[in-house]
């Protein structure tokens, strides 16, 4: 597809609720705050300031992308929901991006090269107690493993560790700081969760028009796992 898609961008996975309107690659604008359990409140108003703010109309996007999780049972449902609804009443597609996915490129673009080999990364939403959410991708943003919930200890990730450099990121990434840090491959970037981040992962799709179905689609949960004391390798037991 040839035509510069005009975007809305909807993430509330985390604590975040954030909101971004791009343009082909170029961001316009973004609507963002970090104040915990507000996206019922906050979501919609960020939409309007947006468009107001960048003089578009909701009419004029052509599609709506939002992050599908893992992350907050709460977030996903109320920016699932939105971007359905959105989409429905304009007759517009859906892309859907992995929360996890959204951190990694979002890790990436903030990575600053430093002439050695190109890290890889784990990219983490804090679960509960010592656990997070994680997705391993590679050195080209490509998963190298499915997203699974793993209990951080000193134990976890280490042949990983062994094998690659690796950018730990997102929420999740302070459990595992302390613990990680004294590896040499072991490398920690701060960026917070933005909606901006879903923005390359989305065009990829939307040159594919790998769009979701609007009526069917769900949030991705992982709610669903056995939580294994640390992997041997990867983020999967026995693998």
């Known amino acids: ?13 985390t604590e975040v609720c954030s909101v971004a309107l791009s343009k082909g690659p170029a961001i316009l604008g973004v609507e963002e705050s970090a104040d915990g359990n507000s996206h019922s409140k906050n979501l919609l108003p960020f939409i309007e300031r947006l468009m107001a703010g960048t003089a578009h109309r909701i009419e004029e996007i052509d599609g709506v992308v939002v992050s599908i999780g893992p992350g907050s049972y709460t977030g996903l449902r109320i920016g699932t929901s939105t971007a359905k609804g959105i989409a429905y009443s304009l007759g517009k597609p859906v892309i859907t991006v992995g929360t996890l996915e959204s951190i990694a490129y979002g890790a990436a673009e903030s990575w600053a090269d430093d002439g050695l ?3 890889q990364y784990v990219a983490m939403i ?3 107690r010592m656990e997070v959410f994680a997705g391993h991708y590679d050195e080209h943003l490509q998963e190298v493993d499915t997203p699974a ?3 951080v200890d000193e134990n976890a990730f280490r042949a990983m560790l062994d094998e690659h450099r690796i950018v730990f990121c997102g929420n999740g990434m302070p459990k595992c700081k302390e613990l990680l840090s004294p590896h040499p491959n072991a490398l920690f970037v701060e960026q917070p969760l933005s909606a901006r981040s879903l923005l390359k992962p989305a065009l990829k799709k939307w040159e594919a028009q790998a769009f979701a179905d609007t009526a069917y689609f769900e949030p991705f949960y992982l709610k669903e796992y056995v939580a294994a004391k640390p992997v041997v390798k990867g983020l999967h037991p026995n693998t």
């Open 149 to 151: 919930a793993v209990i």
């Open 117 to 119: 080999p190109a890290p």
């Open 1 to 13: 597809m040839t035509k510069e898609p005009l975007l809305l961008h909807i993430e509330t996975a």
């Open 126 to 128: 804090d679960a509960r």
